[in-house]
């Protein structure tokens, strides 16, 4: 079974840091697109990164390009999401996601802010940005 736990949320002062981590089990990363996905309060999923293992091919929302960073180790069962310079803005319930790399072959596809477009979705874990 395709499992995803988010850990690492809590409250910090805008320009803080945190750094979120998604431990995986029942697949293989190569296999997989992984992403972080946000939902401010009453708002929509945003789409925020993205990673494909197999090359490391990595994209960012414009929102967060040059302050958050993700990855994965070197075992590739853990994703990161290293979150610097956080702003007020940066608020939500942050979600991982995973979805096989065959669903999107030969489109340009490397994320989306839709449930439906991923195939295993963690709990989420909360942010909080605030003085």
């Known amino acids: 079974e395709v499992q995803l736990v988010e850990s690492g949320g809590g409250s910090v002062q805008p320009g803080g840091s945190l750094r979120l981590s998604c431990a995986a089990s029942?697949?293989?990363?190569?296999?997989?697109?992984l992403s972080w996905v946000r939902q401010a309060p009453e708002k929509g999923l945003e789409w925020v990164s993205s990673i494909y293992s197999y090359h490391g091919d990595i994209h960012y929302a414009d929102s967060v390009k040059g302050r958050f960073t993700i990855s994965t180790d070197d075992a590739k069962i853990t994703l990161f999401l290293q979150m610097d310079n956080l702003k007020p803005e940066d608020t939500a319930v942050y979600y991982c996601?995973?979805?096989?790399?065959?669903?999107?072959?030969?489109?340009?596809?490397?994320?989306?802010?839709?449930?439906?477009?991923?195939?295993?979705w963690g709990q989420g874990t909360q942010v909080t940005v605030s003085s």
């Open positions: 996601a995973a979805v096989h790399l065959g669903r999107y072959l030969g489109t340009s596809w490397y994320g989306g802010s839709t449930k439906d477009e991923y195939d295993t």
């Open positions: 029942g697949f293989t990363f190569d296999d997989y697109v």
